[in-house]
C-alpha cells in the first residue's frame, strides 16, 4: 500500500449566516476541542495529516501558509468561547461522506461533554444528503477532494460569490486578495497573499477541519507507471493514461 500525503478532507460546516455558528465564539469552541492528533493516530491510522481550519494543507507544497501557528487541542479555551457564546448545546447532522468522519464527530462529542456541552449527533444516510442536508442544516459535515492549487480550492469553497461556499462565510479582504493573487507575479508576494487568505478562514470562517486524509493505493508488482498524485487515487483517477502492465 502506498499512504500520500494529500489536500483531500472531511470537516464540520458551521453555517455562518444562522445560530449557533454567526457567534464567532461557538465557533473557536467547536474549532478548540479538535484532537487532531488523535484523530490522525487512532481514526486515519496514521494516515493523514493534521487540519488547522483552512483547506491547504502541506501537501499544497510551497502555497501552505507553514508560518501560521496550529491551533491545539485545548479545552479549556473550548470551555471558555462556549460559555462566552451562552450556548450549551448543538445538534450536528452527519452522514458518511468522508473516511473516519463520523468517528471523528464522536470523538468531538464525548470531548465536548467532558466540559459541560451536549451536542447531539443525527446520523442520516448519503442518500439526498447533499441537496437536504449539506449547506441547509446549521452543522453539517463535508467532503472535498483537493484542487491543483491553493487559490482554486480557495476560491471554490470560501469566495462571497462562489455557490458552493457551505460556510456562507463573507469577507471583502478575502475576496480582494482571491483575485489579486492570480496577477501578481511575484512568488513571494504571491505566498504572503496566499498566507493571509488561509489565516483570514483560519480565523473568521466555520470551517472545522481536524485533519488531511491521505489518499491510499494498493500495489502490485506486475501493475507500472501509475503515478502517486495526491489529488486522488490511481494517479488522480488517470491511471489509464500511464498505466500498464507487466507479464
Known amino acids: 500500500m502506498v499512504s500520500t500525503p494529500s ?3 472531511g ?3 458551521i453555517l455562518k449566516n444562522t445560530e449557533p455558528g454567526s457567534n464567532d465564539d461557538f465557533v473557536k469552541g467547536m474549532q478548540f476541542i479538535q484532537d487532531r492528533e488523535r484523530v490522525v493516530r487512532s481514526i486515519l491510522k496514521g494516515h493523514g495529516t493534521v487540519g488547522n481550519d483552512h483547506p491547504i494543507g502541506p501537501a499544497y507544497g510551497p502555497d501552505h ?3 501560521l501557528a496550529q491551533r491545539p487541542f485545548d479545552p479549556d479555551q473550548a470551555k471558555f468561547h462556549l460559555e462566552k457564546s451562552g450556548h450549551t448545546s448543538a445538534e450536528l447532522f452527519v452522514a458518511p461522506v468522508a473516511p473516519g468522519l463520523l468517528e471523528t464527530c464522536l470523538l468531538m462529542q ?4 467532558k466540559i459541560g456541552f451536549d451536542l447531539a449527533i443525527k446520523q442520516v444516510p448519503t442518500d439526498g444528503y447533499w441537496g437536504a442536508v449539506w449547506m441547509k442544516e446549521p452543522m453539517n459535515v463535508v467532503s472535498w477532494n483537493m484542487r491543483p492549487t491553493a487559490n482554486a480550492m480557495l ?3 470560501f469566495a462571497s460569490a462562489s455557490s458552493w461556499n ?3 462565510w463573507h469577507d471583502e479582504r478575502f ?3 482571491l483575485s489579486a493573487q492570480l496577477a501578481e507575479t511575484d512568488p513571494s508576494v504571491r505566498h504572503e497573499m496566499l498566507c493571509e487568505m488561509q489565516t483570514l478562514v483560519h480565523n473568521g470562517s466555520g470551517m472545522v477541519i481536524p485533519a ?4 491510499l493505493d494498493g500495489v502490485n508488482d506486475k501493475i507500472q507507471g501509475i503515478p502517486n498524485v495526491p489529488l486522488g487515487a490511481v494517479g488522480a483517477y488517470e491511471f489509464v493514461e500511464f498505466a500498464w502492465l507487466e507479464e
Open 11 to 13: 470537516g464540520i460546516c
Open 166 to 168: 457551505d460556510t456562507f
Open 175 to 177: 475576496d480582494h486578495l
Open 212 to 215: 488531511h486524509t491521505n489518499v
Open 110 to 113: 464525548a470531548n465536548l461533554k
Open 155 to 157: 476560491a471554490i469553497q
Open 7 to 9: 489536500g483531500l478532507y
Open 65 to 67: 501558509c507553514q508560518e
